[in-house]
């Protein structure tokens, strides 16, 4: 589990004007990684680190000489085409690249002149998924989320009684997985409505967003070797926005008996820079039960993890319709949350999944699921804004949206800000959904 350390001191300022704007979601405190390319050149993809408005280019500055002794290995991992390598080192080396650059990027650093070279404006960039994902499994955390879901389909039953006693989880496509700003495709899917007697094959007019966030495994595990659970953050690398799209019509006919298939594995959007959990770690905060529930099996609990084990990250989702594009109209917020609602922790999620000996490897991805709050306004996807589509909300153009239209983008955001620590955020997380192709 991360600790505080000089890295997260709120008063250290950088030498890149941009990070000590205290809106941003990269200050020098935060230091996230992701793989990128100047856009539009056709360069090779390698990895970098966001400070402020501009990304360190760590093949660069791998080539200038800013890194010596043992954390020059660990720098040429991160400035990899993927984050795999650096992820399999572990939390100790990606500390010591953190601290390395910390120093080199805060104020009157000796390395100022060498670095300054060094750094691409994000605004010049475009992004690669952050890690090469072997494997993908999504969660099913919020039990907000699954109650509101539940109490459509079994009004007098919302809640399975499974969800309290165990991390839900199933596996999904990992090869559909995208990076923020890659537009795709309405998908298509049989779709049976309650009174036809037989499914047709046609496009999903029943498009949603699930707000979730990411958590990219980092070393991984022998297969046959179960993670304790105050382990289990030496096996998390870090925490990304992550919109998982469900194609609602597609997946009440499909879905039983064995879970979700295509209304899911068409598209998922997941956000370019990776938060460390190193970073994250002025933000933690206990994580506990109700009392009247029933408490987590030995294995998935601690004194530690009770202690700290959560973390306290806003969340928003938002909507950009083409018409609000074409009037130059902000984007409008459609929830906001908070990771504290979650039922099951990243830890609990990665320790379950490795209970029966299931071995995970460096950049495989586990959806946290929906992290809706306990309030309307921090339900994190349509299904539950909406009611399944029977209350469509309402936009200040003049609009209304049951379901997300063609033109449609879903902007995903998040922070983490508290007194005596810097804030830090995740960046956004974009995508547009175009029409379904012809078929």
């Known amino acids: 589990m991360s600790h505080l350390n000089a890295t997260h001191d709120p008063q250290r300022t950088s030498w890149v ?34 400070i402020g408005d501009s990304i360190v280019d760590l093949a660069a500055a791998v080539a200038a000489g800013i890194f010596r002794g043992e954390v020059l290995a660990v720098a040429q991992a991160a400035a990899e085409p993927t984050l795999n390598r650096l992820m399999a080192m572990g939390p100790k080396p990606l500390s010591v690249l953190r601290a390395a650059l910390s120093q080199a990027l805060q104020t009157g650093s000796p390395q100022e002149a060498a670095l300054k070279p060094c750094l691409v404006a994000q605004d010049a960039a475009e992004y690669s998924v952050p890690a090469r994902i072997g494997d993908y499994t999504d969660f099913y955390t919020s039990v907000y989320h699954a109650t509101n879901i539940g109490r459509q389909f079994r009004p007098d039953n919302p809640l399975m009684p499974n969800f309290k006693w165990i991390p839900i989880g199933y596996h999904g496509r990992a090869s559909s997985v995208i990076v923020s700003g890659q537009d795709f495709h309405r998908p298509h899917g049989q779709v049976k409505a309650p009174d036809a007697p037989a499914p047709q094959l046609k496009a999903s007019a029943r498009l949603d967003i699930e707000l979730e966030l990411a958590v990219f495994v980092g070393q991984g595990n022998d297969l046959g070797d179960a993670v304790p659970i105050d382990a289990a953050e030496e096996h998390i690398f870090g925490l990304a926005l992550f919109n998982d799209w469900s194609a609602r019509d597609i997946q009440p006919w499909e879905y039983q008996p064995l879970g979700p298939f295509l209304a899911k594995n068409f598209a998922s959007t997941v956000s370019p820079w990776v938060v460390t959990m190193e970073a994250l770690a002025p933000y933690r905060v206990p ?153």
């Open 287 to 439: 994580f506990t039960r109700p009392a009247a529930d029933p408490q987590p099996l030995p294995y998935l609990a601690s004194p530690e993890h009770s202690a700290a084990g959560g973390f306290d990250i806003q969340l928003e989702a938002l909507i950009e319709t083409r018409q609000m594009r074409q009037g130059q109209n902000a984007p409008v917020r459609l929830a906001l949350t908070n990771y504290r609602h979650a039922y099951w922790s990243a830890a609990q999620m990665l320790t379950h999944h490795t209970v029966n000996g299931c071995n995970l490897q460096p950049g495989d991805l586990l959806g946290t699921g929906t992290l809706s709050g306990p309030t309307l306004d921090a339900a994190c996807a349509l299904i539950e804004l909406t009611t399944g589509g029977k209350n469509p909300v309402h936009l200040p153009n003049g609009e209304v949206r049951s379901w997300v239209e063609d033109g449609d983008a879903i902007i995903l955001r998040g922070w983490c800000e508290k007194p005596g620590a810097a804030r830090i955020g995740f960046g956004e997380c974009v995508g547009t959904v175009l029409p379904a192709k012809a078929g």
């Open 17 to 50: 004007p941009s990070a000590n704007d205290g809106n941003t979601d990269f200050p020098i405190q935060n230091l996230p990684h992701g793989i990128f390319r100047r856009r539009g050149t056709g360069e090779n993809w390698r990895g970098g680190v966001a």
